[in-house]
């Protein structure tokens, strides 16, 4: 941990977007009274990190009707109809 990625929580309250910045590069570490209390990451590291969609194989008696019908719906969509957010 480098001095420039620590950062009070004091700092953090009055300088926010001065501190945030860099975020894409290195997380910082926010301290209370000179202890080590949370760390803030950029959005993307973090949705990499802890956002992991985990697939779930269903038996065939575990799937109902409408999740059936909901699949065939999906399967309907075209890419254009998409949000490319």
């Known amino acids: ?3 420039d990625q620590c950062i009070s929580v004091t700092d953090l309250r009055t300088n926010t977007k001065k501190c ?3 975020l894409e590069q ?3 570490y926010v301290f209370i009274n000179n202890k080590p209390v949370a760390v803030i990451v950029d959005i993307v590291a973090y949705e990499k990190t802890f956002k992991r969609t985990e697939l779930v194989e269903l038996d065939e008696s575990e799937v109902t009707p409408e999740m059936k019908k909901k699949v065939e719906e ?3 969509t075209r ?3 998409l949000l490319d957010i």
Do not use: R
Request: hydrophobic share 35%.
């Open 20 to 22: 945030l910045e860099g």
């Open 1 to 3: 941990m480098i001095k």
């Open 79 to 81: 890419k254009e109809d």
């Open 26 to 28: 290195e997380p910082k």
């Open 74 to 76: 999906a399967l309907k």
